[in-house]
């Protein structure tokens, strides 16, 4: 359904047909339109992953919310990027003696009422102290606490019924291997918290997105959840200890595995997109063809104005050839406002079915 209909409203119709067919026709693949999935938030705008940051995504028109999941000490379920707490909070300055050697302040060394005590603001990088992104809201202003992911969906359906708009979620599972090394399993915890809020299948909006892919298969096959589920891609290079070649994951053998356990990817923008060749035209992967052919969603990270890729003046262009030009069927951005914006002129459509 949702492919046939963009076929009609695009004249990139030959890209699309290619595509068409093997395009999955179930759940959310049918919403219609491309969906924007609001990148922890309408993060451009207010530090990630706080709730005035969800606040506004949904303000916005985001299809999607994004929630990364860590677990703290007392194994509740905090809605935080990384592992790690100094990125985006005072915890260094809190709590000087509670860093690990590596120098750094995990989330599970701390309990759920320590981390609720701590400021959170726009994320510094930890070796310069500078801002990550120097033109968003300014680092100094610390009005803002982590939330757990019971708070954040509380609000989500809030705002839903206030709105009369209803926004998903699409829940990540962090480094949900290294939670269990730690004697955390983080799995039960988060299909605890999203059976208890009505997320069962993805009548119910709902994404889960990890990278690892034993805890995606141990979703599908063990637990059984009809929860959508989609492999991230990133570079070994990234995380050399992860047990996962995702550049053979990459591969037309590897995206049919994929499929076995999974109902998309979400690849890197750099694994899709690899700047210009010797003429100015854009070099692309095959990557978003294959995944359609293996029956996947592409679900692409991350579109930024202020992080634009080789070869793209504006976000505009960086929109039309992910939305247009590749066909994806949906993307993680920073700036849903625009996202929301630009597709309503390459697409002609507002919002899902
Ligand atoms: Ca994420």
């Not at 119709?13 to 990148?39: C, E, K, N, R």
């Not at 677990?71 to 300055?93: K, N």
């Amino acid at each position: 359904m949702r492919r046939r209909t963009v076929l009609f409203l695009l004249p990139m119709a030959t890209v699309m047909t290619a595509t068409a067919a093997a395009t999955p026709d179930v759940g959310p693949a049918s919403l219609g339109v491309p969906i924007v999935i609001a990148h922890r938030g309408a993060s451009a705008y207010l530090p990630e992953h706080t709730l005035a940051a969800k606040a506004m995504a949904h303000a916005m028109g985001a299809d999607f919310l994004e929630q990364d999941v860590v677990l703290t000490r007392d194994g509740q379920a905090i809605v935080l990027h990384d592992l790690y707490l100094e990125g985006v909070t005072d915890v260094a300055r809190r709590f000087p003696d509670r860093a690990r050697a590596d120098g750094r302040w995990y989330a599970i060394d701390f309990s759920l009422a320590e981390i609720r005590s701590l400021r959170l603001h726009e994320r510094l990088d930890p070796v310069t102290g500078q801002p990550v992104f120097p033109e968003r809201f300014p680092a100094e202003i610390d009005l803002f606490r982590i939330h757990t992911l019971e708070e954040e969906l509380s609000l989500i359906r809030g705002l839903n019924r206030s709105t009369g708009r209803t926004a998903g979620i699409y829940v990540e599972l962090k480094h949900p291997a290294w939670h269990i090394a730690e004697g955390l399993d983080p799995v039960p915890v988060l299909m605890r918290e999203l059976d208890r809020a009505g997320y069962r299948g993805p009548e119910d909006r709902v994404y889960i997105q990890c990278f690892e892919p034993d805890t995606l298969k141990r979703l599908r096959e063990v637990i059984g959840t009809r929860i959508p589920l989609i492999q991230l891609i990133g570079e070994n290079a990234w995380s050399p200890d992860l047990p996962v070649d995702f550049e053979r994951m990459r591969t037309p053998e590897g995206l049919a595995a994929v499929a076995e356990y999974a109902d998309g990817i979400g690849p890197w923008i750099g694994q899709i997109h690899q700047g210009l060749d010797e003429t100015g035209a854009h070099r692309t992967t095959r990557l978003v063809a294959d995944a359609h052919t293996a029956g996947l969603l592409v679900h692409p990270y991350t579109l930024r104005r202020d992080a634009l890729p080789e070869g793209f003046g504006d976000f505009e262009a960086l929109l039309r050839f992910f939305l247009v030009d590749q066909g994806v069927d949906g993307v993680f951005t920073d700036h849903p406002d625009l996202a929301v914006r630009l597709r309503r002129v390459f697409i002609g459509k507002d919002q899902p079915e």
